[in-house]
C-alpha cells in the first residue's frame, strides 16, 4: 500500500516532466516504463521511489518500529551521500485523536525520525521538523489500513537534490 | 476600545417601560428550573411585534422571528403557534385578555412594537406577561441602527430567557470556528465567525494558510489561534474589527493550543520542544513568557478557571492522555481523571463548577462534564467522534464539533444542554470545526 502511494507520487511527478519533454521530442514516451529508470541518483525521485520516503507509527507511539528504522537507516545512507540535500521531517497522526494532542504527537514522530538520522551520522543542521497533527490526512478510509497509514513521518527534500 | 465603539452605535440603551400591575412580580407561577434534566418548555405566545408603518412592520416580525427561534432552540421554551392565538395583539398599550391566552395553554406572553425613529434608528419595545398571575413581568426598550436588529432580538431573548429562568442568557453571543470545505486530504481551512444562531457569518482569513483552534478573548474583540502561516506554526492574535494580525511570540519551536486569561491580559499555550510540549503563560503587555509544566511529555490544552486562579489541562505524563488541575502559577499539579478511557480538551465552565471534556474510548469519542476534583462525571453526548467542547457564557450549553465517517465525512457544529438533553445541529454553511463560544456582547 505504501508502494503504491509512493508509486502514484512519482507518476504525477513524472507526468509533469514528460509534458515539457513532449514539447522538444517527436515520439511520446512511455510513462510506465519510464518511471523506474529516470529517477536521476540524488533526486528527490531517487529519494522517494528508491529509499522510502515515509515510516509509520503503532496508535499513539512515537517509538521508531524496526521497519520504520530500516527505512531511515537507508534515508541516512543516501543522505550522507549526497550531503548537499536538506530535508524536513513531517510528523502526522491519524484522525482518532483530538486535535491539540495530536499536533504535538506528530512532533513526537517527526523528533523521534529526526534523531534517529542525526544518530547515522545525518548532520543536524540538514534536518528540520514540522507537525501537521492529523490536518494532512493521506488514507481516508475509517478503517485501520487508513489510519495506519496517516500515522506517519515523511522525509521530504527541501534542497540541494540533484534536479531530474 | 472595540466596546466603546461597538456600545456607540449597536445599542443605545435599554430602558424599563412602566408596568401595569402594580403587584409585585409573581416569579412563583411563570418560572422554569433550567437544573432539572429533563424539562416540559414553557408554553408562550409571541404574536409579531407591531409596526407603524410596513418597514417598521417588517422588522417587527422579523425581531420576533430571531426571539421565537432563540427561544425554542433552548429547549426551554415552546413557541405557541400564531394561528391558535385567539386575542389579536394591535395596540401595544393593550392589555392582554388572559383567559384568552389561558385557552390556548399558553404560560407567558410577548408583545411588542418596533419604532423607525426620526433619527434613523430602530427601537423595539417589548412586555413579557404572565399569563396565570394576569400581570406584566418584564417591559424594556432598546435602539439601535436598523442593521444590528437581530441583535435586538438576541437582547429581548437573553431578558426573556432571564427573566423566566433567573439564569443569564447566551444569545447575544458570537462563535468563532473554522470553516472547512474541500476534499478531507486538501481541506481549505478558514477563521470564520458567526452570530450563536448562524446569522451573520464571515470568514477572517482566506484559507490560504491552515488554522486552527481559535478561542475568544474575555474582554476585547480579539481572538487567538493557531496558523502554519510560512509554514511555521505558530499562535497569532487576530482583531476582529480591524482584521489585524500578530504573532503572540517569537519561540524556536512551535507554539499551539493557546486561550486567553480570564482578564484578558495573557494567553497560555503549549510550547513543543522536539518531542516535548509544556505549558507557558505569556504577558501580553511585557511580552515575557513564564514556564508553567515541566514534564517529559504532552503537554497541552490549558484552560484557565473563571477565576483565574487554576488551569486545568491534559498531559499523557501517566501513559495515556488524562485531566490535571494545577494553580496558576504551575504549582500543585493535580491528576482529576480517573474513568475508563483517555480524556482531552478540558474547558473550564464560565461558572466554574464544572470542566468539560472529550473523552476517548472503545473507537467513540464522548463530550462530558465533571466537577474541578474529578467527581460528578457525565458524558452529554457520544458517537463516532464528537470533540472540542465550548461553553456558552452562562455555563448551561456546550457546543462541540461532530465528525461523520468515510472519506466524505466532515466536522458540524452541535450544541447540547449540561443536563445532556436538547442536542441541536448549529447551522453553518460549510463543514465546521472547533467552535469557541463568545462572552456576552458588550
Same mark, same amino acid.
Given at each position: ?10 507518476a ?28 536521476v ?5 531517487d529519494?522517494?521511489?528508491n529509499?522510502?520516503? #515515509?515510516i509509520?507509527?503503532?496508535v499513539?507511539?512515537s ?28 510528523g ?9 494532542y ?5 512532533? #513526537? ?13 545525518v ?9 501537521y497533527?492529523k490536518?494532512?490526512p ?17 522525509t521530504?527534500?527541501t ?6 | ?19 401595569? &400591575? ?51 432552540r ?28 389561558r ?8 408583545t ?14 417589548f ?6 398571575g ?11 441602527r436598523p ?16 427573566a ?34 448562524g ?50 511570540g ?13 482578564d ?19 504577558d ?7 514556564q ?51 480524556? &482531552?480538551?478540558?474547558v ?10 472529550t ?14 476534583d ?13 470533540e ?18 468515510? &472519506? ?22 460549510n463543514?465546521?470545526?472547533d ?8
Amino acid at each position: 500500500m505504501l508502494r503504491s502511494i509512493a508509486g502514484l507520487k512519482v507518476a504525477a511527478a513524472l507526468a509533469g516532466v514528460i509534458v515539457l519533454a513532449g514539447c522538444s521530442k517527436s515520439d511520446k514516451p512511455d510513462l510506465v516504463a519510464q518511471s523506474q529508470q529516470t529517477a536521476v541518483p540524488g533526486s528527490e525521485r531517487d529519494f522517494v521511489v528508491n529509499v522510502g520516503d #515515509r515510516i509509520q507509527f503503532l496508535v499513539d507511539q512515537s517509538t521508531l518500529t524496526p521497519e520504520a528504522q530500516d527505512i531511515l537507516r537507508r534515508q541516512a545512507a543516501w543522505l550522507r551521500q549526497y550531503a548537499q540535500v536538506t530535508v524536513q521531517v513531517e510528523g502526522h497522526a491519524d484522525e482518532r485523536g483530538t486535535r491539540e494532542y495530536n499536533i504535538a504527537l506528530s512532533a #513526537r514522530r517527526s523528533t523521534a525520525a529526526r534523531e534517529f538520522l542525526v544518530a547515522q551520522g545525518v548532520q543536524p543542521s540538514r534536518v528540520s521538523t514540522i507537525a501537521y497533527g492529523k490536518e494532512r490526512p493521506v488514507a481516508l478510509c475509517d478503517a485501520e489500513q487508513c489510519w495506519s497509514q496517516n500515522r506517519r513521518a515523511v522525509t521530504v527534500v527541501t534542497g540541494g537534490a540533484v534536479s531530474g | 476600545m472595540i466596546s466603546r465603539v461597538l456600545a456607540a452605535f449597536v445599542l443605545g440603551f435599554a430602558v424599563c417601560l412602566a408596568s401595569f &400591575s402594580m403587584a409585585p412580580p409573581a416569579h412563583a407561577v411563570l418560572e422554569v428550573d433550567v437544573t432539572k434534566g429533563k424539562i416540559d418548555p414553557l408554553p408562550i405566545a409571541l404574536p409579531n411585534f407591531l409596526g407603524d408603518n410596513p418597514d417598521a412592520q417588517q422588522y417587527g416580525v422579523d425581531i420576533t422571528t430571531v426571539i421565537g427561534s432563540n427561544l425554542e432552540r433552548s429547549g426551554l421554551f415552546r413557541p405557541l403557534p400564531q394561528v391558535s392565538y385567539i386575542e389579536q395583539i394591535n395596540d401595544f398599550s393593550q392589555r392582554p385578555r388572559f383567559g384568552d391566552w389561558r385557552t390556548i395553554q399558553a404560560q407567558a406572553l410577548v408583545t411588542g412594537r418596533a419604532v423607525l425613529q426620526e433619527d434613523g434608528r430602530l427601537r423595539a419595545e417589548f412586555r413579557l406577561w404572565d399569563i396565570f398571575g394576569e400581570q406584566q413581568i418584564l417591559g424594556l426598550q432598546f435602539v439601535t441602527r436598523p442593521k444590528n436588529w437581530r441583535r435586538i432580538g438576541h437582547l429581548i431573548s437573553d431578558a426573556i430567557y432571564k427573566a423566566v429562568t433567573g439564569e443569564e442568557g447566551y444569545f447575544d453571543t458570537r462563535i468563532v470556528f473554522i470553516d472547512e470545505t474541500g476534499p478531507k486530504d486538501a481541506r481549505k481551512k478558514r477563521l470564520a465567525i458567526m452570530d450563536q444562531d448562524g446569522f451573520n457569518i464571515r470568514n477572517l482569513t482566506n484559507g490560504a494558510d491552515l488554522v486552527l483552534t481559535p478561542r475568544f478573548s474575555p474582554t476585547s474583540q480579539e481572538i487567538t489561534y493557531m496558523s502554519f502561516a510560512g509554514n511555521r506554526p505558530r499562535v497569532y492574535l487576530y482583531n476582529i474589527e480591524t482584521a489585524q494580525r500578530e504573532i503572540v511570540g517569537e519561540f524556536p519551536n512551535m507554539s499551539f493550543s493557546p486561550r486567553f486569561s480570564p482578564d484578558g491580559q495573557s494567553v497560555i499555550m503549549s510550547l513543543q520542544q522536539g518531542g516535548n510540549s509544556n505549558i507557558y503563560v505569556l504577558d501580553l503587555r511585557s511580552r515575557q513568557t513564564r514556564q508553567l509544566t515541566n514534564s517529559p511529555a504532552i503537554d497541552t490544552a490549558p484552560s484557565y478557571s473563571p477565576d483565574g486562579g487554576r488551569i486545568v489541562f491534559e498531559s499523557d505524563r501517566d501513559g495515556t492522555q488524562q485531566i490535571y488541575v494545577m494553580n496558576a502559577d504551575g504549582s500543585g499539579q493535580q491528576r482529576i481523571s480517573f474513568g475508563k478511557g483517555r480524556y &482531552s480538551t478540558p474547558v473550564w465552565s464560565p461558572r466554574g463548577d464544572n470542566i468539560a471534556f472529550t473523552k476517548l474510548g472503545g473507537g467513540r469519542f464522548s463530550i462530558g462534564v465533571m466537577r474541578p476534583d474529578g467527581s460528578g462525571e457525565r458524558i452529554l453526548t457520544e458517537g463516532f467522534h464528537n470533540e472540542g467542547p465550548t461553553w456558552a457564557p452562562n455555563g448551561r450549553v456546550v457546543m462541540f464539533f461532530r465528525e461523520t465517517p468515510g &472519506s466524505g465525512g466532515g466536522p458540524q457544529l452541535y450544541s447540547v444542554d449540561l443536563t445532556g438533553y436538547n442536542e441541536r445541529k448549529v447551522p453553518t454553511p460549510n463543514f465546521a470545526s472547533d467552535p469557541a463560544w463568545s462572552p456576552l456582547l458588550k
